[in-house]
């Protein structure tokens, strides 16, 4: 058996929160989230053996308290010193919470030992309670398909997976004036909408399985955009009551018109926003975009422009004595 590290670091990458299939919920089980894992955006932190516990750097509060959480509901002797040196900007659309809270716990159960795999460490902090997309990008990365919250108290299962295409690109919009919902307003938010409908729900189930996902597995990117597109519209008129329109960020959401107009078939929200996407089929093509936005909404106007490829593997786990596998069971 070997011993544990006394240091361990942990990269949890972003993720891209591309629609809800089902929010009808009459077959038992509800939301089924689809979502991309995103390269260059992230938590980074390191995690050492400490007597007592602490944190440092961006979200080192958020970081402590999730922290303090998990050692006292493993009943784990013994602190760590957390050093983030990256976290994803929160509520934002983009899983900040549940990538610090896995990459936080990942982090300890290497320090310490308890065998858990990233789900079980995430059920302990309460994430994945709609969508599991968070926790299949730690684990595997790539494009991927939760299959709704059933009636057992545990995230979403992984009903499908993909590698996105090494020459797509994405082309997030940001808006650093405003954030999404979440917290309380989130969950009175839901409370407010109304019933979603049988035939919608069945709809949008019918576009991923027979559009979306058969488009990415043949790399048809405008089949594929067209997929996305639609799954977006009626998701978010059905949220327009409670987030302002169907994007919550006006000015986001003029940027992703203006995209759509220029021939971009796959843009959309992601989560509550206000941060929009647009996938392209290539690098080339997604920084000839950047160039022309950038252009157009200078920084006085409050949006960003940025392109980025996905991931096509999951969360990064390295200690002192070994590799961690970030999918499987963190044993010893």
Same mark, same amino acid.
């Given at each position: 058996?070997?011993?544990?590290?006394?240091?361990?670091?942990?990269r949890?990458?972003a993720r891209?929160?591309?629609?809800?299939?089902?929010?009808?919920?009459?077959? +038992?089980?509800?939301?089924?989230s689809?979502?991309?894992?995103?390269?260059?955006?992230?938590v980074?932190?390191?995690?050492?053996?400490?007597r007592?516990?602490?944190?440092?750097?961006? &979200?080192?509060?958020?970081?402590?308290?999730?922290?303090?959480?998990?050692?006292?509901?493993?009943?784990?002797?013994?602190?760590?010193?957390?050093?983030?040196?990256?976290?994803?900007?929160?509520?934002?659309g983009?899983?900040?919470g549940?990538?610090?809270?896995?990459a936080?716990?990942?982090?300890?159960?290497?320090?310490?030992?308890?065998?858990?795999?990233?789900r079980?460490?995430?059920?302990?902090?309460?994430?994945?309670?709609?969508?599991?997309?968070?926790?299949?990008?730690?684990?595997?990365?790539?494009?991927?398909?939760?299959? +709704?919250?059933?009636?057992?108290d545990v995230?979403?299962?992984?009903v499908?997976?993909?590698?996105?295409?090494?020459?797509?690109r994405?082309l997030l919009?940001?808006?650093?004036?405003?954030?999404?919902?979440?917290?309380?307003?989130?969950?009175?938010?839901?409370?407010?909408?109304?019933?979603?409908?049988?035939?919608?729900?069945?709809?949008?189930?019918?576009?991923?399985?027979? &559009?979306?996902?058969?488009?990415?597995?043949?790399q048809d990117?405008d089949?594929? +955009?067209?997929?996305?597109? &639609?799954?977006?519209?009626?998701?978010?008129?059905?949220?327009?009551?409670?987030?302002?329109g169907?994007?919550?960020?006006?000015?986001?959401?003029?940027?992703?018109?203006?995209l759509?107009?220029?021939?971009?078939?796959g843009?959309?929200?992601s989560?509550?926003?206000?941060?929009?996407?647009?996938?392209?089929?290539s690098e080339?093509?997604?920084?000839?975009l950047?160039?022309s936005?950038?252009?157009?909404?200078?920084?006085?106007?409050?949006?960003?422009?940025?392109?980025?490829?996905?991931?096509?593997r999951?969360?990064?786990?390295g200690?002192?004595?070994?590799?961690?596998?970030?999918?499987?069971?963190?044993?010893?």
């Open positions: 058996m070997r011993s544990a590290p006394d240091s361990v670091n942990v949890a990458p891209l929160h591309i629609g809800f299939v089902d929010l009808n919920g009459s077959l +038992g089980r509800r939301f089924g689809a979502g991309l894992t995103l390269e260059g955006i992230g980074s932190l390191t995690a050492h053996r400490a007592a516990l602490s944190a440092s750097g961006p &979200q080192a509060e958020r970081a402590q308290r999730y922290a303090q959480a998990l050692l006292a509901s493993l009943s784990l002797a013994g602190g760590a010193r957390i050093e983030i040196e990256e976290a994803i900007p929160e509520h934002v983009l899983g900040s549940t990538q610090l809270g896995l936080v716990g990942v982090a300890l159960a290497s320090l310490y030992g308890p065998d858990l795999t990233p079980q460490l995430a059920a302990l902090h309460e994430r994945g309670q709609r969508s599991g997309i968070g926790i299949a990008a730690f684990e595997s990365g790539g494009f991927v398909l939760d299959g +709704g919250r059933g009636t057992r995230p979403p299962p992984l499908a997976r993909a590698d996105f295409p090494d020459h797509w994405v919009v940001h808006d650093d004036g405003m954030q999404g919902l979440h917290g309380t307003r989130e969950v009175q938010a839901f409370q407010r909408l109304p019933p979603f409908s049988d035939a919608l729900a069945a709809h949008l189930c019918r576009l991923m399985l027979m &559009q979306t996902l058969p488009a990415l597995l043949e990117l089949a594929f +955009g067209r997929g996305v597109a &639609q799954m977006q519209r009626e998701v978010g008129d059905y949220f327009a009551p409670v987030q302002g169907r994007f919550a960020s006006p000015r986001v959401g003029e940027a992703l018109r203006w759509e107009a220029d021939g971009i078939a843009v959309g929200q989560s509550w926003g206000p941060t929009g996407f647009a996938v392209v089929g080339q093509q997604a920084r000839a950047e160039r936005a950038r252009a157009r909404w200078h920084d006085s106007t409050g949006l960003r422009f940025s392109v980025l490829a996905a991931r096509n999951g969360g990064e786990v200690a002192a004595h070994a590799q961690r596998a970030a999918a499987g069971t963190l044993s010893r």
